[in-house]
């Protein structure tokens, strides 16, 4: 980082004290900046660096509930409404035990410049609560999200603020959500909320959007080289949403994927995954990956190691921050790794990204690889304000169209700052100055 730099960031370390995951956030995008500072001094003049660090909106709340057994039970509810100058604030709620508002900092920090690389008119914002909806009843799960609405749809709306799922937030959430502020409010206002089912206002390709985005922004890398995903060998982390659309997007450009996993362990199945099965274990029956084992011969369970020791040419994380550390890094350079995708928020640890960036691995940062999901949630928000359906193939070749887009401006920026093919920098670089122009365009506000 930058002499210039080490100011405003001291001060973020100052008024955030231990948040070190927001930390991380920060000075990963601050260490792309200096080129930027000196190129346009308006920047440091204006206090943007300081300003967009700040969050313009910091909500915690009460969640009470009462589980099964008739048990009051508390939470804490989040929501931090970062940063405007684009448009509404935009990102997901995160139902997982690890959230605190730290990690809800991190996250908003980064959908701010994830959201402007897709090019559409959105914020950036992020929420959730420490509530764990695993083995909670439906009825359960209900009462939470009621509960947690009730507080949340004062702060909401299709112009101000518009929630997605994230972590422990699926179809099943968001139909409480949004049935919760359709009983409060009084109003049908689909556009307050993404990710719903497709009867009631939501968007095909929404499901797969995040995965698929992820495998298109490493398939576009590849291309840069005169290669693609045909034929080749790919390890994917998590075995949720994001991951199995992974899987799926993968396979269908000619991907074998071997790996998935959760948090009893990873599975390596060298025929290919097999997505029908995966999908009714983790979507009906909301199984572990255990379940997979016992009803798919060949593949086995490894409860130790890591998932990055199966040598692969492709590597997608897409399961948590942080679960690629450098260790992981030197296994996957080892194994002659060509392209590793974030399909997850900040997967990698900063030691595991230096590394892979030194050794010449095509690296797509999270903010560029994963922008598909809420891309495709700012589709579903405009097909809610024309009150409109688009096709699965329309909607999914704008899907790829975005991608495309982000994949060409990161690279196109990457050379502007004179580190060709660094996509680290182009998605930094790119994603701030598009919201630093707007926030002085705005005044100082």
Same mark, same amino acid.
């Given at each position: 980082?930058?002499?210039?730099?080490?100011?405003?960031?001291?001060?973020?370390l100052?008024?955030?004290?231990?948040?070190?995951?927001?930390?991380?956030?920060?000075?990963?995008?601050?260490?792309?900046?200096?080129?930027?500072?000196?190129?346009?001094?308006?920047y440091?003049?204006?206090?943007?660096?300081e300003r967009?660090?700040?969050?313009?909106?910091?909500?915690?709340f009460?969640?009470?509930?009462?589980?099964d057994?008739?048990r009051?039970?508390?939470?804490?509810?989040?929501?931090?409404e970062?940063?405007?100058?684009?448009?509404?604030?935009?990102?997901?709620?995160?139902?997982?035990?690890?959230?605190?508002l730290?990690?809800?900092k991190?996250?908003?920090?980064?959908? !701010?410049?994830k959201?402007?690389?897709?090019?559409?008119?959105?914020?950036?914002?992020k929420?959730?609560?420490?509530?764990?909806p695993?083995?909670?009843?439906?009825?359960?799960?209900?009462?939470?999200?009621?509960?947690?609405?009730?507080?949340?749809?004062?702060?909401?709306?299709?112009?101000?603020?518009?929630?997605?799922?994230?972590?422990?937030?699926?179809a099943?959430e968001?139909? $409480?959500?949004?049935?919760? $502020?359709?009983?409060?409010?009084?109003?049908?206002?689909?556009?307050?909320?993404t990710?719903?089912?497709?009867?009631?206002?939501?968007s095909?390709?929404?499901?797969e959007?995040?995965?698929?985005?992820?495998?298109?922004?490493?398939?576009?890398?590849?291309?840069?080289?005169?290669?693609?995903?045909?034929?080749?060998?790919?390890?994917i982390?998590?075995?949720?949403?994001?991951?199995? $659309?992974?899987?799926?997007?993968?396979?269908?450009?000619?991907?074998r994927?071997?790996?998935?996993?959760?948090?009893?362990? $990873?599975?390596?199945?060298e025929?290919?995954v097999?997505?029908?099965?995966?999908?009714?274990?983790?979507?009906?029956e909301?199984?572990r990956v255990?379940?997979? !084992?016992?009803?798919?011969?060949?593949?086995?369970?490894?409860?130790d190691?890591?998932?990055?020791?199966?040598?692969?040419?492709?590597?997608?994380p897409?399961?948590?921050?942080?679960?690629?550390?450098?260790?992981?890094a030197?296994?996957?350079?080892?194994?002659?790794?060509?392209?590793?995708?974030?399909g997850?928020?900040?997967p990698s640890?900063?030691?595991?990204?230096?590394?892979?960036?030194?050794?010449?691995?095509?690296?797509?940062?999270?903010k560029?690889?994963?922008?598909?999901?809420?891309?495709?949630?700012?589709?579903?928000?405009?097909q809610?304000a024309?009150?409109?359906?688009?096709?699965?193939?329309?909607?999914?070749?704008?899907?790829?169209?975005?991608?495309?887009?982000?994949?060409?401006?990161?690279?196109?920026?990457?050379?502007?700052?004179?580190?060709?093919?660094?996509?680290?920098?182009?998605?930094n670089?790119?994603?701030?100055?598009q919201?630093?122009?707007?926030?002085?365009a705005?005044?100082?506000?």
């Amino acid at each position: 980082m930058e002499d210039r730099l080490q100011p405003a960031f001291a001060e973020v370390l100052r008024r955030n004290p231990g948040e070190v995951e927001f930390h991380q956030a920060v000075r990963e995008v601050f260490e792309s900046l200096g080129p930027v500072l000196r190129k346009n001094p308006q920047y440091a003049e204006a206090a943007v660096l300081e300003r967009i660090c700040e969050p313009e909106r910091q909500i915690i709340f009460r969640v009470p509930w009462v589980d099964d057994t008739g048990r009051v039970r508390i939470n804490r509810g989040f929501r931090v409404e970062y940063n405007s100058a684009l448009g509404p604030f935009k990102g997901g709620l995160r139902f997982h035990p690890s959230v605190y508002l730290g990690i809800v900092k991190f996250l908003g920090f980064e959908q !701010i410049f994830k959201n402007a690389l897709t090019g559409l008119p959105i914020g950036g914002g992020k929420g959730g609560s420490d509530f764990d909806p695993r083995g909670r009843s439906d009825g359960e799960v209900m009462r939470f999200c009621q509960s947690f609405m009730t507080e949340l749809y004062r702060h909401i709306g299709e112009y101000t603020d518009v929630p997605a799922g994230d972590i422990g937030v699926g179809a099943r959430e968001i139909g $409480y959500l949004f049935g919760q $502020y359709k009983r409060i409010t009084n109003r049908y206002e689909s556009g307050v909320l993404t990710g719903k089912g497709l009867t009631w206002g939501g968007s095909l390709v929404r499901k797969e959007a995040t995965g698929y985005g992820s495998v298109l922004f490493a398939q576009s890398m590849l291309g840069t080289v005169g290669e693609s995903l045909d034929g080749r060998r790919v390890s994917i982390s998590g075995s949720g949403n994001v991951a199995i $659309y992974a899987a799926e997007k993968a396979q269908q450009l000619g991907g074998r994927v071997v790996t998935f996993s959760d948090s009893s362990g $990873y599975v390596v199945d060298e025929a290919g995954v097999d997505l029908s099965l995966l999908k009714e274990i983790k979507e009906v029956e909301r199984g572990r990956v255990s379940d997979y !084992i016992a009803r798919r011969p060949g593949a086995r369970l490894v409860k130790d190691g890591s998932i990055w020791d199966v040598p692969t040419d492709v590597a997608l994380p897409c399961a948590t921050q942080n679960e690629l550390t450098e260790a992981d890094a030197k296994q996957l350079v080892a194994n002659g790794v060509r392209a590793v995708a974030e399909g997850a928020n900040m997967p990698s640890t900063p030691e595991a990204v230096a590394l892979l960036r030194e050794a010449g691995v095509l690296f797509g940062p999270g903010k560029a690889a994963n922008a598909g999901g809420v891309a495709t949630s700012a589709l579903e928000m405009q097909q809610n304000a024309s009150r409109d359906s688009w096709s699965f193939g329309h909607t999914e070749d704008r899907l790829a169209e975005i991608m495309v887009s982000i994949h060409d401006n990161c690279l196109a920026t990457a050379d502007e700052y004179d580190v060709p093919g660094d996509y680290v920098v182009g998605a930094n670089v790119r994603g701030f100055t598009q919201v630093a122009d707007a926030m002085i365009a705005l005044g100082v506000v």
